[in-house]
């Protein structure tokens, strides 16, 4: 009887769970500062049922009484609560151990004039070349291209230096290559990368020099995953080009300390554009890094991250040389305190060192020479090397304000000589006996030594109103210890200069349930870099023209106001972001005929005027457009635009380099497990050109993309994409020319075709 009993509650029992289930609605906040969280995912143990916060931070789900809900979301505790009322107002706290400071937590939508947070998912269904991959969606930016492998983020009128790239708050790699073809995002994991970080301007001076923006990029760290064993595997493949990806991540976390160790691949082939052309643009990396870290108490920390790079058969489409080797380490130390008692609340200290080993040739090493190879022998190999670090200090000098106080150093040093042996005479094709040799000097031996003081200050008004000042100066040596002899006689002198570069900002923004408002003005300078200051008679440009530097150069400095202002409504929100900027002293190169050299360089062309690089003054204006719709639960619709007016006041034309206007279409559905996102870019054409750059218009472009993923359990991921849908022909207004065609009305570097892309990942 008793067993009768038994087996029929158990019978009965999911007919009883049903009838016991509710409808529980509630709310997911930030628990620091009472923001609404969106897209906190809500899972139930002991049933499937899965829900996600909307734009408010409100959810509803359908599940037994009592029963116990999860609060998942990226860079926040796990949170688990019990089912038992009908209405949650659930405070998820924000991970309490922070590798490095950041700016401000959220989405897009959330402070889009101080920061920007990028966390998509999608981008792991198709194989990012490098790190810049993931800047391809995120509103105002633009992406550069010199080879698959030298991508570079552009925002506005700001690009290379002007923007202040760092990875975890600090670490700096500093490329090698005077033609960028080893940037920093080239020595980065693109699958470690957590979120990104943007400051749109001056307004912030806690991570060195500041004319344009600061980008952050945060990655994954050991302790991210909870205590104990965690690993990933994962890759993926490309059909044009036939790329392979592969990774995978081992992490051990325990009370008092952490260890994690990672590894990629990367082989990708030459790929076929939208027009049926195929674009040199093979590459194969090797990357690992070691991560460890030691917990002294919950809220002190000691870490160390050792990274290692091996770049081999590089081609790039942009330069009339090729890479067999690409080689780069990282290490940063680094020990940081939060939440103490008394005036001080935290302490970071943080010191970093990176190499980078870069060899350019046209034959040397190289798998597949180029055409001209042997009969000319060209050979680059430079390195450069980088150190720095910070100390920091928050402290608060009275009730509702935080102070950032502290000093900060980047160290840079170049160097490299490229050699060229002309074996055959070049107009009547005769052996050479002996052959020409020439040797350039590539970076002169140069050095920059950047050492900062700053503090920034955070205050509290009343419940709406917040406010932000801050202030830095940069006291910067520049030297160039090698100098080419044509160089002191074109300018008398090459160095040392010593350069004192202050910053300033301030900003307020206001919040209530449905509207914010950011208002923020900033001046922000920047010392010459080696290319601008001490690069020869080298093509360093999207041209094939040679560059000069300018020794006697200023320090270039942005004035900018910008205001946010957004409205949210139940699903609804928009944003509109205007922003204006004067800049002094701006840098940019002009083509100088009483420059012009003897000789059109080793490839033996005519010779052209080179680019000098000048002070010019100049402005620009823009606005950034940002609007999202949950249509239902399981439909959304997302949409920004972009617009750039740059003007050169010195030269009464168009600023060079500047993307034109650009538009991004989203409609994404989700439902528990799976997910389909499609995705469009309308970029239209730029008729703002400089003459004096040796600039042309560039044609306009629609590109659609479409992305699905599946988790079919918790340990899963698998995804699959159509890049390019339509097969367009299409390139940048940024790129570089094709193998450095002659002027800009060369073909350009074309991206892409149509490309199908395949991706798997298992979580443990």
């Known amino acids: 009887m008793k067993k009768t009993m038994f087996y029929a509650i158990l019978l009965l029992m999911p007919f009883w769970m ?10 997911v906040k930030d628990a620091t500062d009472g923001e609404p969280l969106p897209g906190v995912a809500i899972k139930c143990k002991e049933t499937s049922a899965t829900a996600y916060t909307d734009i408010n931070g409100k959810f509803e789900i359908r599940v037994p009484k009592g029963s116990t809900l999860v609060f998942m979301k990226e860079g926040y505790e796990t949170k688990t609560v019990k089912a038992d009322k009908k209405y949650l107002e659930v405070l998820l706290s924000p991970k309490s151990i922070h590798l490095a400071p950041v700016m401000l937590q959220g989405d897009p939508m959330r402070s889009v004039v101080h920061s ?34 030298s991508l570079e983020p552009s925002l506005r009128a700001f690009k290379y230096e002007q923007m202040n790239i760092r990875l975890n708050g600090g670490d700096k790699i500093v490329n090698a290559c005077p033609n960028r073809m080893d940037p920093m995002m080239a020595h980065v994991i693109p699958e470690d990368i957590r979120k990104i970080e943007v400051v749109k301007g001056p307004f912030t001076v806690r991570y060195g020099q500041t004319f344009g923006a600061v980008i952050n990029m945060v990655t994954h760290q050991p302790r991210d995953y ?26 051990y976390v325990a009370e008092k300390y952490d260890l994690g160790i990672e590894g990629e691949y990367r082989d990708f082939g030459d790929y076929v554009d939208g027009a049926g052309v195929l674009t040199p643009a093979g590459f194969k990396t090797t990357s690992y890094s070691v991560k460890a870290g030691y917990q002294f108490a919950e809220n002190k920390r000691f870490y160390v991250d050792w990274h290692q790079k091996f770049g081999r058969d590089i081609k790039h489409a942009g330069l009339m040389m090729d890479s067999p080797i690409d080689d780069s380490h990282l290490l940063s130390l680094g020990y940081k305190a939060v939440k103490l008692p008394g005036k001080i609340k935290s302490v970071e200290a943080k010191a970093y060192s990176s190499y980078v080993d870069h060899l350019m040739t046209n034959g040397y090493l190289l798998k597949e020479p180029r055409p001209n190879y042997p009969a000319i022998d060209a050979r680059t190999p430079v390195f450069s090397e980088t150190r720095g670090g910070k100390v920091e200090i928050g402290w608060k000098p009275a009730d509702k304000w935080f102070v950032y106080s502290g000093v ?32 350039m000097k590539v970076w002169q031996n140069a050095c920059i030594r950047d050492f900062g003081i700053y503090s920034e200050a955070h205050k509290k008004l009343n419940d709406r109103w917040y406010w932000t000042t801050g202030a830095r100066i940069d006291y910067v040596y520049s030297n160039a210890k090698d100098p080419d002899p044509e160089m002191l006689q074109i300018y008398g002198s090459v160095g040392p200069k010593k350069d004192i570069v202050p910053s300033v900002n301030t900003s307020f923004k206001y919040k209530d349930d449905d509207w914010r408002f950011e208002a923020a003005v900033g001046r922000g300078g920047r010392t010459p870099s080696m290319i601008e200051r001490y690069i020869h008679r080298f093509i360093v440009g999207e041209d094939s023209r040679e560059y000069i530097g300018n020794p006697h150069l200023r320090p270039e400095y942005n004035n900018q106001v910008e205001f946010y202002g957004q409205r949210d409504w139940d699903q609804m929100q928009l944003g509109v972001d205007v ?90 559905y989700t439902k528990d497990n799976y997910w389909v996102d499609l995705r469009s870019e309308w970029v239209a054409k730029q008729t703002h050109y400089a003459p004096s750059f040796g600039e042309t218009p560039t044609p306009g472009h629609v590109k659609w993309d479409l992305r699905a993923g599946w988790r079919p359990n918790e340990h899963w991921s698998l995804g699959a994409a159509v890049l390019n849908l339509t097969n367009a022909a299409y390139y940048n207004h940024l790129n570089f020319a094709f193998r450095n065609a002659d002027e800009l009305n060369g073909r350009r570097i074309y991206e892409p075709g149509r490309n199908f892309s395949f991706y798997v990942k298992y979580k443990f």
């Open 18 to 27: 049903a009838a016991q289930q509710w409808q529980v609605k509630g709310t």
């Open 116 to 149: 920007v947070v990028v966390m998509d998912e999608t981008k792991r269904n198709s194989q990012p070349r490098n790190a810049a991959d993931l800047f391809a969606d995120v509103p105002g930016f633009y992406i550069q291209k010199r080879s698959n492998t």
């Open 226 to 251: 909870g205590v104990g064993t965690h690993g990933t595997l994962e890759g993926g493949y490309e059909t044009n080009g036939h790329n392979k990806v592969a990774r995978g991540e081992l992490a």
């Open 408 to 439: 900060d150093a980047d160290l840079i040093h170049r160097d490299g000589t490229k050699t060229v042996i002309i074996n055959v005479n070049l107009n009547t094709g005769q052996p050479l006996d002996p052959p020409i040799v020439k040797k």
């Open 579 to 668: 922003y204006a900027s004067y800049f002094q002293d701006y840098i940019v190169p002009v083509i100088t005929p009483s420059l012009m050299g003897t000789s059109g360089g080793c490839g033996g062309g005519a010779p052209k005027a080179p680019k000098q690089f000048r002070n010019v003054d100049a402005y620009q204006y823009g606005f950034d457009i940002l609007f999202k719709a949950y249509l239902n639960d399981n439909w959304i619709f997302s949409a920004d635009g972009s617009y750039i007016y740059a003007w050169n006041l010195s030269l009464g034309e168009p600023l060079a380099q500047v993307a034109p206007p650009m538009a991004h279409l989203g409609l994404k």
